[in-house]
């Protein structure tokens, strides 16, 4: 079973049956419900998305994805943030070591393809990385770059695609 780490673009794909890719988020979503898959929601990175909006909605709507079988939160990272919350999972310690500094030397030195990610798009990485995941489905071209960067010029090991391409290829 592919452990999967999703991120908003991927969520809201789940979320709103007018986004293009919907049907693939629920064939996604069957899949995890029938145990094939398990997809992880790093609560860090959605908190840090749903507060830069209205967040009602939006934080109401991915609540209700975590409560779908198949669908887990991600331990917290263990840095310092007003995304971090005390909580049961959140553990001294779980952090991924150089992470930072690689992220912020892709960062300082953008060269595409895709706009370079902002800084709670790192949360989303981070908690892959820390969960030692499987996929990072993503459709944003710039979080697919800086994860294909940090796994070639850094070693993490990561591997990113996009929701469409998985579904097609995994979910035959």
């Not at 452990?3 to 709103?16: G, H, P």
């Not at 690689?102 to 960062?107: R, S, V």
Request: glycine letters at 8%; aromatic letters at 8%; one cysteine or more.
């Amino acid at each position: 079973m592919n452990r999967l780490t999703l991120d908003m673009t991927a969520i809201r794909d789940a979320m709103y049956d007018d986004r293009e890719r919907h049907g693939d988020a629920l064939r996604l979503l069957e899949a995890a419900e029938r145990r094939d898959v398990e997809l992880g929601v790093p609560p860090q990175g959605w908190l840090a998305d749903v507060r830069g909006q209205s967040g009602g909605e939006l934080a109401e709507r991915v609540r209700a994805l975590l409560a779908r079988p198949g669908v887990v939160a991600l331990p917290q990272v263990a840095r310092l943030s007003d995304v971090t919350f005390p909580a049961e999972d959140l553990l001294p310690g779980a952090y991924v070591d150089g992470f930072p500094e690689a992220w912020d030397a892709i960062a300082a030195n953008w060269r595409g393809p895709g706009t370079r990610p902002g800084n709670f798009d790192r949360w989303y990485v981070e908690s892959h990385l820390l969960d030692g995941r499987d996929v990072f489905l993503t459709d944003d071209v710039g979080s697919r770059t800086i994860c294909t960067r940090l796994r070639d010029e850094y070693g993490f090991p990561i591997y990113a695609e996009s929701l469409r391409d998985y579904v097609a290829e995994a979910l035959r």
